[in-house]
Each structure stands twice: as C-alpha cells, then as structure tokens.
C-alpha cells in the first residue's frame, strides 16, 4: 500500500521560503515520478513541478525560478523548496507519485500572507 505524506507547510509572509516534503512508504519508487501539486479555493488543482527517476525536473512557468524540487532516493522523500513566495502560491499543496497510477498525498496547507 503506497502512502505519502506531507509535511513542512505553514503560514508565510511574503518574500519568505518554506521547504515542503512528501515521505513515500509501501513500495520500491526507484521508477517512480514524483509531483506537487497545488488547489487554491475555489481553482482547479494544479501541477507544480515533477522529477522523474533519471531526476529530471519540470516546473510550471508561475514558479521556475522561484521553486526547486528534489528527491532523495535513499529516503524515498521528495522536496519543494519554495523561496520568494508570493500570495498567489496560497493554496493547498499535495504530493503525487505516478508509476501505472497515481497515489496522492492529504496535502499541506500554505499560505502566504502579503
């Protein structure tokens, strides 16, 4: 049974960092390709950024520059490293692993004050 779960939200002012991460459990995720995702109220969830097993990364254009993902293999965790966020990164953030299907965290809420 795949789980993930979030950690390291919380509320920010702007221009702050937060560090999220998503520690997988159940499975061996070498072939994996992990994801965050974000749902503001009343929006559409959203991708963020993914890494793939050859830790090739992908970011929406709304946070290149600003976020960085990383996976550490050996702890089956991923990150998002979110700097100069901004009110509109406001949302609740969710962790995504894809491999044949996808299993998705509960999320962690980050809120960026202004």
């Known amino acids: 049974q795949v789980q993930l779960v979030e950690s390291g939200g919380g509320l920010v002012q702007a221009g702050g960092s937060l560090r999220l991460s998503c520690a997988a459990s159940?499975?061996?995720?070498?072939?994996?390709?992990f994801g965050w995702y974000r749902q503001a109220p009343g929006k559409e969830r959203e991708l963020v950024a993914t890494i793939n097993s050859d830790a090739i990364t992908n970011y929406a254009d709304s946070v290149k520059g600003r976020f960085t993902i990383s996976r550490d293999k050996a702890k089956n965790t991923v990150y998002l490293q979110m700097n100069s966020l901004k009110p509109e990164d406001t949302a609740v953030y969710y962790c995504?692993?894809?491999?044949?299907?996808?299993?998705w965290g509960q999320g962690t809420q980050v809120t960026v004050s202004s």
């Open positions: 995504n692993a894809r491999w044949f299907r996808h299993y």
């Open positions: 159940g499975s061996s995720f070498s072939p994996f390709t």
